[in-house]
């Protein structure tokens, strides 16, 4: 069975730290998606990688920043954690022809 | 730009009744589209996909209908269970896009008894 998985279900930081989200997925997949899902806004793209190394900024990408070292791994980065992004994280990943396939979300709460 | 929609944000459907969710898509060079189901506190879960060269496709209880004249996409779910009450979305992808899909905002689903 397909599996992608993220670090934490749930994590509650202060205003100012730094916060790693890791996400992992056993598909091989090239390409890998990290979202943020908001009510009534939907799921709004922040980054993705289609490689190890690369990364392409989504629609949302201020505050944030990813690492892709490893093709199973895509981190996202919170250099300085604000309350406006407190959110559920969404990562997703996906091969050339097929769906995105999701982790189960981290609900992050800033302080 | 290009975007995803959904008509109704909240359907409610009795139990063994038939569910219909509605998306409109915009993007005309769109040629592939998925149904996901988002349960309260989980990640979204694919239902069932169907590619441009296709007008209908049936899995378990579900049919997924694409209409490329009026990009239109609907999902029709048979005899729906407690177990159907989640947010459906649909998303769109071109083949040009590295694999990035386009979503919709979501259709709240409530089945009662």
């Known amino acids: 069975d397909v599996k992608v998985t993220q670090s934490s279900r749930y994590l509650v930081k202060r205003t100012g730290e730094k916060v790693f989200l890791e996400c992992v997925q056993d598909m091989d997949h090239e390409n890998m998606f990290w979202y943020r899902q908001d009510p009534g806004l939907g799921l709004r793209l922040i980054y993705f990688s289609y490689d190890v190394k690369m990364k392409e900024k989504g629609d949302i990408p201020e505050g944030y920043s990813v690492s892709r070292e490893k093709k199973e791994r895509f981190s996202l980065i919170l250099e300085s954690a604000s309350t406006n992004q407190t959110s559920m994280y969404l990562c997703a990943s996906s091969s050339s022809g097929t769906g995105e396939f999701f982790g189960p979300g981290t609900r992050l709460t800033v302080l | 730009g290009e975007s995803v929609g959904l008509h109704l944000p909240t359907l409610s459907v009795q139990e063994g009744d038939n569910s219909i969710i509605n998306c409109a898509y915009s993007n005309s060079a769109s040629d592939y589209f998925i149904w996901y189901k988002q349960e309260s506190g989980k990640g979204p879960q694919f239902i069932i996909d169907i590619r441009s060269n296709m007008d209908k496709r049936q899995g378990q209880r579900v049919t997924v209908l694409l209409n490329k004249t009026v990009k239109h996409l609907s999902l029709q779910i048979a005899a729906t269970q407690p177990g159907d009450s989640a947010v459906y979305f649909c998303?769109?992808?071109?083949?040009?896009?590295?694999?990035?899909?386009?979503f919709g905002a979501g259709t709240q689903v409530v089945v009662t008894p």
């Open positions: 998303a769109e992808n071109t083949t040009d896009s590295w694999g990035k899909f386009q």
